[in-house]
């Protein structure tokens, strides 16, 4: 997948530009890390891309090697993109509804058909992800509130697994969980990536970012401000560019 030129402008700041001018690629069986510090653009660069903005933005997309215009979720969804976002009580679970409920809301017209829900189907392709993910819960009909927060972020990837991304944005995936559960959701991210899925990975710990990526694109207010192989990454020089020293 190729993203040129992305520009995002606030949607409360006339004038202000949060993401500037970007552009990165990131191929199949990648791990592409982005880096930076607070308010450097790095959400705002992927919530763009994925139709969720809500201010102006320009920029040109491509998927597969055709290009596509995606307004909304949906249309990024369709266009086989995926987005675990940071605020996964927010906007990456239904709190007060059940595990299988949550896990098949991103594809339900995919695994249960346009018009009625098949309450069999839908049972069958959440166990995969439940199991392959080790959730640990009583069963899929869990109330997803009730989980811990590793827990939790398991069911949120679960739920983007069964739309079968080709790209999966990861915006801070271990977040406030525990170190047991970090350590399966990063082995699940080595192995999506062995199996052929391109992954964006954003996160502010610099370990994650240098741990999990085969590179490293760096964005400082906005710009990106370098680009390093897994082999030139080095915590002082992502520290140096996030802060923009050359």
Not at 58 to 82: H, M, Q
Not at 126 to 155: E, F, I
Request: glycine residues 10%; without cysteine; proline residues 4%.
């Amino acid at each position: 997948a190729e993203f040129r030129n992305i520009t995002a402008n606030s949607p409360d700041v006339p004038g202000k530009k949060l993401v500037d001018d970007v552009s990165f690629h990131v191929r199949k069986g990648e791990v592409l890390g982005i880096a930076g510090l607070m308010g450097a653009g790095r959400t705002e660069l992927l919530m763009t891309i994925f139709g969720a903005w809500r201010g102006n933005w320009t920029g040109a997309i491509e998927i597969g090697g055709k290009p596509v215009r995606l307004s909304s979720p949906a249309d990024a969804i369709r266009n086989g993109l995926g987005f675990v976002t940071e605020d996964r009580k927010r906007f990456g679970l239904v709190l007060e509804h059940t595990i299988i409920d949550n896990m098949t809301l991103a594809a339900l017209k995919r695994i249960s058909g346009a018009f009625v829900t098949n309450r069999t189907r839908e049972t069958a392709a959440a166990s995969a992800p439940m199991s392959s993910l080790r959730v640990k819960a009583g069963s899929l009909t869990t109330v997803a509130g009730t989980l811990s927060g590793g827990n939790q972020q398991k069911v949120v990837l679960g739920k983007w697994l069964l739309t079968e991304p080709t790209v999966l944005f990861l915006d801070e995936p271990t977040r406030g969980i525990d170190v047991g559960a970090k350590q399966e959701i990063y082995a699940e991210i080595n192995k999506l990536a062995q199996q052929g899925l391109a992954i964006v990975l954003v996160s502010s710990e610099l370990p994650e970012v240098l741990g999990l990526s085969d590179r490293v694109i760096v964005l400082h207010e906005g710009k990106a401000a370098g680009e390093f192989t897994r082999e030139e990454a080095t915590p002082e020089k992502l520290m140096a560019a996030a802060t923009g020293h050359k």
